[in-house]
């Protein structure tokens, strides 16, 4: 049913950018066949899932979105594809992302922008755009995404979906294409909150192949989503999260959501965190650097696009060129910001600076959650803008993120969730959740009685 959902739709919205109908199928008469065999099933037994394209598949291309991978067949499985192998769950195909995981708007894709199912000439978000769509047009019930400045939570709340980013080092990175290692965190992409958490448990968990993995157990996440309640539980309302750029119907939205969880039984404390006022200036310097380091990698030997080898050239000539033909604009304007913040002499008025902001925020949302169990902010300040609008002005974009970067330096976990339509134009509005690390249980016990 699903891949007939997707040949009816995805012409249009283009969620994916490789179906694995045989393999799906396979997939699922190999559930069957076990099903009536009497074996135990995982615990996703026969569910589909849109698999976001930097997970790396053995038996499917993975482009990270870029020229520069094209036809690129991994030779492993990334954990979080085994793990969801499984669990029995049903790979459907690979979705269509901005380039290595750079916008907030999939615009930044080499093979073409995805729609937004509520209205096709608008963004899904980014850059899990393609994984957020499939869910929002019912191509995909489940769908996996990373977020490494907001590109779970921002596709989610513009396609009125549920996105989860987990602590950092929750869902293993082992096989998850790196754009910035100490920010990038996988995580689960559903339509409810409890479909979230049972994908999460899924895919959640240490992994000794990721040196940045917790070892602990992954929170409880499914038994907070079956039991939602806020009853005696102290949110916070930061002050940094509002005021200019923030779309009136995005607000009335949010301030009705907070009400909704007073009439719950929580209460509401107003905190101030300053330092959030810096997290995108941090987060534009941290992020392009580690792209920087590494993104080295793909030099035309290694993976995928060669260019320019024709016997005649130096093998510096043929990385060049090939280079300056896989990556796109927004890629290289990142590494040439990152290279230029690491270069000796700068790095420590830049990159070491950020470093020092990453400090404070953490440590402002450390002191903030001694007061409160959870904050909550709108997701993003506006709804789903046309595509092509911030299309040739970053900075224009990079604000989408104003929300979900300060949790990704931080560390901590976070969840957005629909809270209705902005009036004004009919379009989702998400509400963030965010939760200290590791205590990620709190977001879907947040979230499931919100819903
Ligand atoms: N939009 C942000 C960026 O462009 C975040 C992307 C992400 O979370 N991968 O870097």
């Not at 393999?23 to 074996?39: F, I, P, S, T, Y």
């Not at 030779?75 to 499984?86: E, F, G, V």
């Not at 996440?221 to 002050?239: P, T, Y």
């Not at 929580?266 to 987060?283: G, I, N, Q, R």
């Amino acid at each position: 049913a699903h891949l007939a959902r997707i040949d009816a739709v995805d012409e249009k919205v283009h969620a994916f950018l490789h179906i694995d109908r045989e393999g799906a199928l396979a997939q699922a008469r190999a559930v069957d066949a076990k099903r009536e065999a009497g074996e135990k099933l995982g615990p996703l037994a026969g569910v589909p899932l849109a698999l976001k394209d930097i997970f790396t598949t053995q038996d499917m291309p993975t482009t990270v979105g870029s020229k520069i991978l094209e036809g690129w067949i991994p030779p492993y499985d990334a954990t979080l594809t085994r793990k969801l192998r499984a669990a029995d769950v049903v790979i459907l195909g690979k979705t269509n992302m901005d380039e290595f995981a750079m916008g907030s708007s999939t615009e930044n894709s080499a093979y073409g922008p995805t729609g937004n199912p509520w209205d096709l000439t608008r963004i899904p978000g980014g850059s899990g755009g393609g994984s957020a769509a499939a869910l929002a047009s019912f191509e995909a019930p489940l769908a996996i995404g990373t977020d490494t400045g907001g590109s779970i939570r921002q596709p989610a709340a513009v396609t009125g979906t549920v996105g989860v980013k987990p602590t950092y080092g929750g869902v293993s990175r082992y096989g998850m294409v790196a754009f910035s290692s100490s920010l990038d965190q996988g995580g689960p992409c559903a339509r409810t909150v409890l479909d979230a958490a049972l994908l999460h448990e899924a895919i959640g968990g240490h992994d000794p192949m990721d040196s940045t993995s917790i070892d602990a157990p992954v929170p409880p996440v499914v038994e907070a989503a079956r039991n939602g309640s806020v009853e005696g539980m102290r949110v916070g309302v930061v002050k940094q999260f509002s005021g200019e750029g923030y779309q009136a119907g995005v607000v009335q939205r949010f301030n009705e959501s907070v009400e909704l969880l007073k009439s719950l039984g929580a209460t509401v404390v107003e905190l101030d965190c300053p330092s959030f006022d810096l997290a995108l200036s941090a987060y534009y310097l941290i992020a392009p650097s580690e792209c920087s380091s590494n993104l080295a990698r793909f030099d035309a030997m290694r993976y995928g696009l060669r260019v320019g080898d024709d016997g005649t050239r130096s093998a510096e000539d043929v990385t060049a060129l090939t280079r300056e033909a896989g990556f796109g604009d927004e890629v290289k304007r990142r590494i040439i910001l990152g290279t230029y913040a690491l270069s000796s002499g700068y790095y420590d008025a830049y990159y070491g600076s950020a470093q020092k902001v990453r400090t404070l925020i953490t440590r402002e949302f450390e002191k903030a959650f001694e007061q409160v169990d959870v904050i909550v902010s709108p997701t993003t300040p506006t709804t789903a803008f046309p595509i092509g609008e911030r299309a040739d002005d970053p900075m224009a974009m990079y604000l989408a993120d104003l929300c979900t970067i300060p949790v990704n330096l931080a560390g901590n976990s976070a969840m957005s969730l629909p809270c209705g339509l902005a009036p004004e134009d009919g379009l989702p509005v998400g509400l963030q959740i965010i939760a200290p690390a590791m205590k990620d249980d709190r977001l879907y016990k947040v979230g499931a009685a919100v819903e």
